[in-house]
């Protein structure tokens, strides 16, 4: 008898294959109830498959992240608002020749935090020459929220080392497109906020957060707050921009009025510099 199965062979038929063949063939999905469950979005999209959608959100960057070879993760936070230092400059020229008092002080102010763009791009390269010829289970990828900003600095930085880079980007009412430099197939985008975090954290080897608005507090207190009640391993935090942190972040009050405990001073570091940024996260493994 002739032999034809192999081992590694799948017994099921590929339901993508199915649906491909059925529209090569110039047929239209069918519609309504005998349409395929999930080739029906109006389907997948009902209040009811909601947890459907959830498992989906979890599954699809988990399974493509493993696929090629991202296990550790340092996560950099920060501001979306923070301009590139050359595009800083154009934005001051112009607001020069507008005579417009306020654009110009707006324009200073963006010169002034593009610093914070450079510095994440740089701390990004640290990263990525380190891991540059390492084993592919000792590798360290930076991750980001895939917009523009501080997300798109340390990007950039991956990039032009030549690394590969993740970005959980997110659909929001004014829509946020992911920034040019992540690796095209590793720029995700999700709708639940609370998938996406759980994705910056099951592979987050460290966190760095530069200043930020709202989202990067949210992020950053997420992230202190599952290691504090220890529902998560602990992992360097570091605080990039000491004056903006502290100005913003006055944990002297909190300690007076006995809200936190002085060990919890110790969950972060504050920092200046990316070189003492990667140094916190190296000191911490043994690199």
């Not at 990039?159 to 959980?168: I, N, Q, R, W």
């Amino acid at each position: 008898m002739e032999k034809d199965h192999i081992l590694t062979e799948r017994r099921l038929a590929d339901a993508w294959a199915e649906l491909q063949s059925h529209s090569d063939q110039g047929n239209a999905l069918e519609a309504d109830a005998y349409r395929l469950a999930f080739a029906d979005p109006e389907f997948l999209l009902r209040r009811e498959t909601r947890g459907i959608r959830f498992q989906l959100e979890m599954l699809k960057p988990d399974l493509d992240q493993a696929e090629q070879g991202i296990e550790n993760t340092i996560v950099v936070f920060g501001s979306a608002r923070f301009p590139s230092p050359e595009d800083a400059q154009i934005f001051l020229q112009q607001a020069q020749l507008s005579g417009d008092a306020s654009a110009l002080t707006i324009a200073q102010r963006q010169v002034r935090n593009a610093q914070f763009y450079d510095q994440a791009r740089l701390f990004a390269r640290l990263v990525a020459g380190h891991s540059a010829h390492r084993r592919p289970e000792e590798r360290l990828f930076i991750a980001t929220g895939g917009g523009p900003g501080i997300m798109e600095a340390a990007n950039r930085g991956a990039h032009e080392m030549g690394a590969l880079s993740v970005g959980l980007n997110i659909a929001l009412p004014h829509e946020q497109y992911p920034n040019p430099y992540i690796t095209p197939n590793l720029s995700f985008k999700f709708h639940y906020f609370a998938l996406r975090k759980m994705h910056f954290m099951m592979r987050a080897k460290a966190l760095v957060a530069f200043p930020g608005g709202f989202g990067t507090l949210d992020e950053l207190f997420e992230v202190i707050t599952l290691v504090q009640t220890k529902k998560a391993k602990p992992v360097p935090i570091v605080l990039f921009g000491t004056d903006y942190w502290k100005r913003l972040f006055n944990t002297d009050a909190m300690l007076e009025e006995g809200v936190i405990s002085p060990q919890d001073l110790d969950l972060f570091t504050y920092v200046d510099d990316p070189a003492a940024a990667w140094d916190v996260i190296r000191t911490f493994y043994d690199l």
